[in-house]
């Protein structure tokens, strides 16, 4: 009993140690958060850069107005909107603008990803796009309901029969 005791003991202080040396190998920040101080600052822009695409004529940057909830594509230092986009950082994906007098740097808006759980499907029912005839057999509720179904296979199976006997129909004269 006592050198279970004591097995127990060393176990349990063994797996402590472990677990303080694997609390200081880990990460300080998660790779996937964003960085400190950047969500917050985005949030606070009156714009917001929503899509760098490049074609023939250079690169072309999508701002937003979730103020007026609209946006446009624009490129650099095109004249004729509300700001300019002076400055593109290829590396960092932000754009520096002339809004309102002032200077904005804007960050790329990362995607919000939200999961969104599995409908559950009712239990006897068969996928959607299945023909009849697949899938799991519904057994009859009530002993009428038994009857009712197997004279409808006695039926399905007769006529199947007299199709089979019949010669195939002659073509009609058009």
């Known amino acids: 009993m006592t050198k279970s005791i004591h097995r127990l003991g060393l176990l349990a202080s063994l797996l402590l140690g472990l677990a303080a040396r694997a609390d200081t190998t ?11 101080g950047s969500a917050a600052a985005a949030e606070n ?3 917001e850069l929503r899509g760098i695409m490049m074609d023939g004529g250079g690169y072309r940057f999508s701002v937003f107005d979730p103020v007026r909830k609209t946006g446009q594509w624009v490129r650099l230092n095109e004249p004729g909107h509300d700001f300019t986009v002076k400055t593109h950082d290829v590396a960092r994906d932000t754009v520096t603008l002339d809004f309102q007098g002032r200077m904005l740097t ?10 969104v759980g599995v409908p559950e499907t009712p239990a006897g029912s068969r996928p959607t796009g299945m023909p009849l005839g697949y899938g799991p057999e519904s057994k009859p509720s009530s002993p009428v309901e038994a009857a009712r179904f197997n004279r409808a296979v006695e039926e399905i199976n007769r006529r199947r029969a007299l199709r089979e006997k019949s010669p195939a129909p002659l073509p009609r004269p058009q």
């Not at 880990?26 to 400190?36: D, E, N, R, V």
């Not at 804007?106 to 999961?115: G, I, P």
């Open 45 to 47: 822009q009156p714009l």
């Open 106 to 115: 804007l960050s790329l808006r990362t995607a919000k990803v939200v999961v």
């Open 26 to 36: 880990l990460a300080l920040g998660s790779p996937f958060a964003p960085a400190s």
